[in-house]
């Protein structure tokens, strides 16, 4: 073959794998059917196993340990808006490269983080179900792919966690909203702003006191500047909680008494930027996540809402749920989002749509009497 045929032969076959490579983690949601007939089929599809239970051994341990050394990114790792799971990762309790199983993540949270059973699989499976490729069973952590030489051409859209608007939302405590761009990089001016809190209402130390109110400093932040401002069902619950996990799983499990829950800035720069552990970390001395969130909450009580029609019009509303209504949220969440992003699904993605909708209502722990299932696709 002359090279001249051997390169257009190479270019046809690059140009044929732009079109049909899709990462096995990309998401599915969003594809029309004729998409779906022809992704799916490539797909490596799995029966989504339980998930797993509580750590057998919860209480305080070394995790900085010889078997979890960090290290730095390598190009095509993958990292998001997570301080977490960024640092699970770079510890490889997670995969290092930012693609993981249900399992890996619930199991990595637990282990390394101390992440309560029941918050870990609902998160897992709600980043699954609405950013995940539900027919390989795989999630990315995130959306930014570490590279050091010019970004390659990708393909649209792959979700992960730092797509925005279903998992990912607006007023992070280190992250910029995605309606000014960048939704998952840590961002310095916002870290100084922590530390300025921490420095102002915790004496040096990030606490419930000083969540309190930060969370509601970047809310208002976001309330008059973004226009598409939105806290609304998920979100709203989120944004609290993840203000709450700040104190209570990146706080070294050796501190207590009035050093409970009390972190210093060094540790805080080391999980949100370096997605490291403090050297020697040792995770909290037993299972938690939520903890204080009333406290943050109460400091400023906020409902839920977005911003309509422009910035400083934050408007009410609490028909996706709220922080104290996680039925609206889990039915709002599967009934419209869910089924939304899957019109109608057939076959293999169907039957693992299914499977992971039982256990995300598992995770959520209401009974049939608290909060119907809903079943949005039938049943298997
Ligand atoms: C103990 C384990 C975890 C910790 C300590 C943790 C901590 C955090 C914190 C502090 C944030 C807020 C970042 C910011 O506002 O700047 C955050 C964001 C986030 N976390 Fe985690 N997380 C953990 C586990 C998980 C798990 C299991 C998932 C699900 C797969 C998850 C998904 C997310 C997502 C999507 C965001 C971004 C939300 C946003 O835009 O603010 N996290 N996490
Ligand atoms: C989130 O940020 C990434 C990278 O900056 C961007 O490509 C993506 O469009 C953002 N998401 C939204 C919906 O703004
Ligand atoms: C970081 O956040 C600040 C404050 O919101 C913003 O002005 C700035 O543009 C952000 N920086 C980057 C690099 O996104
Ligand atoms: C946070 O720290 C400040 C300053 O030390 C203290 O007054 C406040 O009680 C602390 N809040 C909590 C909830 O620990
Ligand atoms: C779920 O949506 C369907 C179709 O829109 C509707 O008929 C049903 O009442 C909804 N169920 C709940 C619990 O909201």
């Not at 102002?200 to 006191?209: D, E, P, Q």
Request: proline share 7%; charged share 20%.
């Amino acid at each position: 073959m002359s090279l001249k045929k051997l390169s257009v032969l190479l270019i046809a076959l690059a140009t044929a794998a732009d079109v049909l490579a899709i990462p096995q983690y990309a998401t599915l949601a969003g594809l029309t059917e004729r998409q779906l007939a022809e992704v799916v089929p490539q797909m490596n599809a799995k029966i989504p196993p339980a998930p797993p239970g509580p750590l057998r051994f919860g209480g305080l341990k070394l995790v900085d340990d010889r078997d979890h050394p960090w290290r730095p990114l390598r190009d095509g790792d993958i990292r998001g808006p997570c301080p977490g799971l960024n640092t699970l990762a770079s510890h490889g309790y997670l995969p290092r490269d930012g693609v993981a199983t249900p399992t890996q993540i619930i199991n990595a949270a637990q282990e390394g983080l101390n992440l309560i059973n029941q918050g870990a699989k609902l998160a897992t499976y709600a980043a699954l179900l609405l950013e995940g490729n539900v027919v390989t069973n795989l999630l990315s952590i995130g959306g930014k792919t570490h590279r050091t030489g010019p970004d390659p051409p990708s393909p649209a859209s792959v979700g992960g966690l730092s797509h925005h608007g279903t998992f990912e939302g607006d007023a992070s405590t280190t992250r910029g909203d995605a309606f000014f761009g960048d939704n998952h990089s840590f961002n310095q001016t916002l870290f100084d702003q922590f530390v300025d809190f921490s420095n102002r209402f915790g004496n040096g130390y990030y606490n419930y006191t000083v969540g309190g109110e930060l969370r509601f400093h970047r809310i208002q932040d976001s309330i008059a500047t973004n226009p598409e401002f939105d806290l609304r069902g998920f979100r709203h619950s989120t944004a609290f909680g993840e203000s709450a996990f700040i104190a209570n799983n990146f706080v070294d499990g050796r501190k207590t008494g009035a050093e409970a829950h009390q972190l210093d800035m060094d540790s805080a720069l080391s999980f949100f930027r370096d997605m490291r552990f403090p050297r020697g970390f040792h995770r909290a001395a037993q299972p938690g996540g939520g903890e204080g969130v009333d406290v943050i909450f109460n400091a400023h009580p906020l409902q839920p809402g977005h911003n309509v029609g422009g910035v400083n019009n934050y408007v009410v509303d609490t028909s996706r749920g709220s922080l104290f209504d996680q039925c609206g949220i889990y039915t709002y969440m599967v009934n419209t989002t869910i089924r939304d992003l899957y019109p109608n699904p057939t076959g293999v993605l169907r039957r693992n749509l299914n499977i992971n909708l039982d256990f995300l209502y598992e995770a959520f722990g209401f009974t049939s009497a608290d909060c119907p299932q809903v079943r949005p696709f039938g049943r298997n």
